[in-house]
């Protein structure tokens, strides 16, 4: 006898981003897996900051036992990280990321993006402001304000303390880096980034010479734009979709075999690619090929070794970033890197797989849950007591740096990709000091 089956409700959000996202929020069996592994349940103790009860509410709005307007729905998708820790712990692979984002551009229809959170994303899709934004911030961390006005509370004093924290704490120092005698790895394009370019120029050109120096071919793709993830994770989907397509058809044309990526939220946002397309038929394919060529830094240096260089007496802890470890699960890479530096110490840091709060523009816009966030990552890293936290993206590098110069912490953060650099340099010196 065949068993009677429930008739699902009429969805209440037809044809809607997050309509097209049920089956992954069907996946959710509300085991309370993920509970543990989310920093907003931690910090604020609500059910309805957890994974699965904001699944519940993705749910409640395609049922429609919640309107999309209503404020307290807003709020508590609003205070989500998006840091995807829920992902790794979630034993029936709910894919909540791509839940996050859908249920965001979904809202967005009802309720307008944040003007703080607008003004940021419309400068990140226009080439002109981003540059101009970029230079002054250049300008006004060489006057050395930043570090003075960081005393300060609120958003100010913690944007001045994050500026200030993007100056490299080890000196950078040109050297050849060819890659003579290495093993020929492919030709990589590396994806130069908004804010890498921007702040952290120094680490692009630390990775491009690390890259020469294990083998790889570097190419240029000219006209790539920002890979997008803070307008997807803000709601901003065609924004997003905007962005990626000026990506696909830029490192289509350069034709790598790699597309090399530094900052962690880049990369998965870039690996994402095929499924932010995928109802585009004029793109899918096309962004399923280039997102297949994604690699951060760490994966393409460590499946070349990577080549050790000279000793750096230091100790540093290693902050993992939430987007490498949880949305790419890439966790080995970085610390092959690290661990390639002779004489560095590497001592473990608890909870590095725990959001530091950042977020791309989280912290701007929800300020209070991102402090309490980032306030128990800098209980770790004091209890860790190293000189450096290396971490592989630049808003972790900005949040960790600033929650530490408002501190008053003698310790500073460095990409892992600084310190191989920092190490080949001064193997090509002759063994001169490197230290910070």
Known sequence: M?????????????????????RGIDACVHCGFCLQACPTYLALEDENDSPRGRVLLMRSLLDGTLAPDDTAVERHIAQCLGCRACETACPSGVPYGRLLEATRETLAEYRPI??????????????????????LGRVLRATRLPMLFAKLGGRIGFSMAMLASTERPIAARAYAANGK?????????LLTGCVMEGLFA???????RTLDVNGYERIAAPEQRCCGALHAHAG???????????????????????IGVNAAGCGAMMKEYAHLLASDPA???????????????????????????????????????????HAQRVSTPPLNVLRAIPQLELVPLADSDQCCGSA?????????????????????????????????????????????????????????????????????????????
Not at 2 to 22: F, G, H, K, M, V
Not at 202 to 208: D, G, K, L, P, Q
Not at 407 to 419: E, K, N, Y
């Open 114 to 135: 944040p003007f703080v959170a607008r003004a940021i994303l419309t400068t990140f899709r226009r080439p002109a402001l981003l540059a101009m934004a970029m230079m």
């Open 181 to 189: 005698g290495a093993t020929p790895r492919g030709r990589v394009a």
């Open 202 to 208: 120094e680490t692009n050109r630390a990775t491009e």
């Open 360 to 436: 791309g523009i989280y912290n701007l816009i929800e300020p209070d849950v991102s402090n309490a966030v980032l306030a128990a990552k800098l209980r770790r890293v004091g209890e860790a007591n190293a000189g450096l936290v290396a971490t592989g993206n630049p808003g972790c590098l900005m949040q960790i740096g600033a929650g530490l110069v408002q501190a008053g912490s003698q310790t500073r953060v460095v990409h892992p990709v600084d310190l191989l650099d920092a190490s080949y340099a001064r193997r090509s010196s002759g063994g001169r000091d490197a230290s910070p």
């Open 283 to 325: 793109w899918a394919e096309r962004a399923a090929r280039v997102a297949a060529k994604v690699r951060d830094v760490s994966e393409l240096l460590s499946a070349a070794g990577p080549a050790t260089g000279a000793p750096l007496p230091m100790r540093v802890t290693y902050d993992a970033p939430c987007h490498l470890l």
């Open 2 to 22: 065949t068993q009677p089956t429930l008739a699902r409700a009429e969805c209440a959000l037809p044809d809607s981003p997050l309509a097209a996202e049920r």
């Open 236 to 258: 901003d989907g065609e924004g997003a979709r905007a962005l990626a397509r000026a990506n696909v058809a830029a490192f289509e044309r350069a034709n790598p075999d790699f």
